[in-house]
């Protein structure tokens, strides 16, 4: 196993990961559509049929054919097939998405409209149509959204008024997370050298809004600090889960068995160490089943932020890969202040986004240990290596995830 701990450029290890989850991807699975919120399209979205499938009225009112005064000769409901008009001077009373006749010249506004004692209908039609013509929202067989679209409310209604039943989708990522950390409590307050845990409470939730599937089963820890503890902890949880986060251990330290644990198990690195600041000392691995499955172990660090970091730059752009979708590319901000460049590392500066002034501020309390500024911010103001950022520059942004599928 390659044990090279040469930081590798940001943007780089970003790609590493997503193509390593990319080739990873894993079975098409076919859903019914209450199931596929949440998952990403493996195959592209077309329209069964034209949208709409028939001429639809826009309004309650009256479908007429010639001139004024025309003669109710009927009632067209939504969901029916109405005769077609056939005779100058008819008219139809019609109901807001009901099937247009066929002869009808224009539809005219219940509310525009004079219905006389005699039951003769008098108004002015619009000039403009009111309804909907087959196929304006597409035609039979047009693609509406390409494979790899991550499927939300939205995509779900848009399959639905095609008429599908099923979508097929990717599995989705089981993520487990390995707290590592004798010092570490699981309850109460800190004192007396010891910590509470900060990690297991808040990765999944991280996971989760990449797209993971994370059951509170899966979160296992503290770890003992011993090896055989770290190897057995890595064993059962990647028995099951496609990715495997751990925090903390991540160096070389007296107690730092993550890497000792990953020779044990055969692992290849693929980013050992990440040019970013906070987060350095982060890294990716990968074990390969007997079958030729990919399963993956993120060693995130022990200090919170970092550990969001180190989530965010590899286990996200992992995550995407794993489920066929894209890696977006990143979108540019306006600075609101001056952001400190860090040498011949990547600096991501968290910052909180204002949509008044539209720009982007970096928040305080910001060591890596800490979490109040990420509690205060929307992602990450990217500066990339040799360089800084003045109040007022475009610069990148990466923003801290929302729930799956759904859109920033």
């Known amino acids: 196993m390659s044990v090279d701990s040469?930081?590798?450029?940001?943007?780089?290890?970003?790609?590493?990961?997503?193509?390593?989850?990319?080739?990873?991807?894993?079975?098409?699975?076919?859903?019914p559509l209450a199931q596929a919120d949440g998952?990403?399209?493996?195959?592209?979205?077309?329209?069964?049929t034209d949208l709409p499938a028939f001429p639809t009225a826009s309004i309650d009112g009256w479908a007429v054919r010639g001139g004024a005064p025309w003669r109710p000769v009927g009632r067209v409901l939504a969901g029916h097939t109405p005769a077609p008009l056939t005779d100058d001077g008819t008219c139809v009373e019609i109901a807001t998405g009901a099937m247009v006749p066929a002869g009808a010249d224009a539809l005219l506004r219940v509310e525009e409209s004079r219905q006389a004692a005699d039951g003769l209908v008098t108004g002015v039609p619009r000039s403009a149509p009111e309804w909907r013509l087959p196929g304006e929202e597409a035609t039979r067989g047009e693609q509406l959204l390409p494979a790899g679209t991550a499927v939300d409310p939205a995509v779900v209604g848009l399959a639905a008024t095609c008429g599908y039943e099923t979508l097929p989708v990717r599995s989705v990522p089981r993520a487990a997370v390995l707290i590592f950390g004798d010092e570490l409590l699981t309850g109460g307050v800190p004192g007396a050298g010891r910590v509470r845990d900060s990690l297991g409470p808040q990765v999944p939730g991280w996971l989760r809004r990449h797209g993971a599937h994370v059951d509170p089963a899966d979160v296992t820890g503290p770890v003992r600090d011993t090896l055989d503890a770290h190897v057995d902890a890595l064993r059962h949880a990647l028995a099951t889960a496609d990715v495997v986060c751990t925090t903390g251990g991540t160096m070389h330290g007296p107690v730092d068995h993550l890497h000792p644990a990953l020779?044990?198990?055969?692992?290849?690195?693929?980013?050992?160490?990440?040019?970013?600041?906070?987060?350095?000392?982060m890294l990716l691995a990968r074990l390969t089943d007997p079958d030729g499955r990919s399963r993956f172990v993120a060693g995130l660090p022990g200090n919170p932020q970092s550990a969001v970091i180190a989530l965010v730059s590899l286990v996200a752009p992992l995550l995407a890969g794993l489920h066929g979708r894209e890696l977006p590319d990143l979108p540019h901000v306006t600075t609101g202040a001056a952001v400190a460049g860090r040498g011949g590392y990547t600096h991501l500066a968290l910052a909180a986004l204002d949509p008044d002034r539209g720009t982007a501020t970096p928040v305080g309390h910001v060591g890596s240990a800490m979490l109040r500024g990420l509690s205060r911010a929307h992602g990450f103001v990217v500066v990339r290596p040799g360089t800084q950022a003045a109040a007022g520059d475009r610069v990148p942004f990466l923003p801290l995830p929302l729930y799956p599928g759904e859109r920033p």
Do not use: C, Q
């Not at 450029?9 to 098409?28: L, N, S, T």
């Not at 990403?40 to 077309?46: D, G």
């Not at 990440?274 to 350095?280: K, S």
């Open 6 to 31: 040469t930081p590798v450029d940001w943007e780089k290890a970003r790609r590493i990961a997503y193509e390593a989850g990319r080739v990873a991807a894993g079975p098409v699975n076919e859903v």
């Open 263 to 281: 020779a044990a198990l055969g692992a290849e690195y693929l980013v050992n160490t990440v040019a970013v600041r906070p987060g350095f000392p």
């Open 39 to 48: 998952r990403t399209l493996a195959e592209p979205l077309s329209a069964l």
